[in-house]
């Protein structure tokens, strides 16, 4: 199972990579929305991922355990990085639009301190 989920993940970062390539050597005029599609095909599978994980945990966990599950940080990330690329993509696409790079980056901003202190909090967990 591992296996095919690293294969699924491979392909369409591939995908991905190889829309943006056609893109930025301007062999193609494709929508910038268009080109993220591969990548938020993926973050639909993680987000039904992580949902039917919860689901499932919500009938075996009281409802103290039940905010300690990690699936709920996932479901963060994967809408702060949709908000990132929906913000790129309108940026790229709308020049009109005038916006700043700093709001383009602030879903970014954000998630990283949260993924960071994630780590660190499991990493000295599970050395002691």
């Given at each position: 199972?591992?296996?095919?989920?690293?294969?699924?993940?491979?392909?369409?970062?591939?995908?991905f990579?190889?829309?943006?390539?056609?893109?930025?050597?301007?062999?193609?005029?494709?929508?910038?929305?268009?080109?993220?599609?591969?990548?938020?095909?993926?973050?639909?599978?993680l987000?039904?991922?992580?949902?039917?994980?919860?689901?499932?945990?919500?009938?075996q966990?009281?409802t103290?355990?039940?905010?300690k599950?990690?699936?709920?940080?996932?479901?963060?990330?994967?809408?702060?990085?949709?908000?990132?690329?929906?913000?790129?993509?309108?940026?790229?696409?709308?020049?009109?639009?005038?916006?700043?790079?700093?709001?383009?980056?602030?879903?970014?901003?954000?998630?990283?301190?949260?993924?960071?202190?994630?780590?660190?909090?499991?990493?000295?967990?599970?050395?002691?």
């Amino acid at each position: 199972m591992l296996m095919h989920r690293a294969l699924f993940t491979w392909l369409i970062f591939l995908v991905f990579l190889i829309l943006l390539c056609l893109r930025l050597e301007s062999r193609t005029n494709w929508n910038w929305f268009l080109i993220f599609l591969p990548i938020w095909v993926y973050d639909i599978v993680l987000f039904t991922d992580a949902l039917f994980n919860i689901l499932i945990r919500c009938k075996q966990e009281t409802t103290r355990n039940l905010f300690k599950n990690k699936h709920y940080l996932i479901i963060a990330s994967i809408f702060l990085k949709l908000a990132f690329q929906i913000m790129l993509c309108l940026k790229l696409e709308h020049k009109s639009l005038n916006l700043q790079i700093y709001h383009i980056l602030l879903p970014i901003w954000i998630l990283l301190p949260l993924l960071i202190t994630d780590i660190s909090v499991t990493l000295f967990k599970n050395t002691y």
